[in-house]
Nanobody, 121 residues
Framework: VQLQASGGGLVQAGGSLTLSCISSGRLDHYGIAWLRQAPGKEREKVLCISGMDGSTYWEDSMEGRFTISREKNTVYLQMNNLKPEDTAVYYC??????????????????WGQGTLVTVSS
């Protein structure tokens, strides 16, 4: 499966943005995760959604401001009440073992290109 992330841009603090991750194939057997990396910082997990049953994981990391959803071959990341510290390149990635619950980013994950989100204060 190949992934393509889009939807990034410049937004003011307090605003909202929706990112999309479009897959070249079906996602029934993949966990799809959003992760982000800010300049000079380590990669950070955002949210993950199971391909099998749509369960979502890692919610604690974003204080409830972000939600993840899936429709056919697209996974969305809805981001509300954005803060300047949310500025980062956001990546979507596919876990072929569909184990979001483990929270482990494995070497077999397939990555899309990133999309830059910039939140101005």
């Amino acid at each position: 499966v190949q992934l393509q992330a889009s939807g990034g841009g410049l937004v003011q603090a307090g605003g909202s943005l929706t990112l999309s991750c479009i897959s070249s194939g079906r996602l029934d057997h993949y966990g799809i995760a959003w992760l982000r990396q800010a300049p000079g910082k380590e990669r950070e997990k955002v949210l993950c959604i199971s391909g099998m049953d749509g369960s979502t994981y890692w919610e604690d990391s974003m204080e409830g401001r972000f939600t993840i959803s899936r429709e056919k071959n697209t996974v969305y990341l809805q981001m509300n009440n954005l803060k300047p510290e949310d500025t980062a390149v956001y990546y979507c990635a596919a876990d072929p073992f569909d184990r979001c619950d483990l929270g482990i980013i494995g070497p077999n994950w397939r990555w899309g290109q990133g999309t830059l989100v910039t939140v101005s204060s």
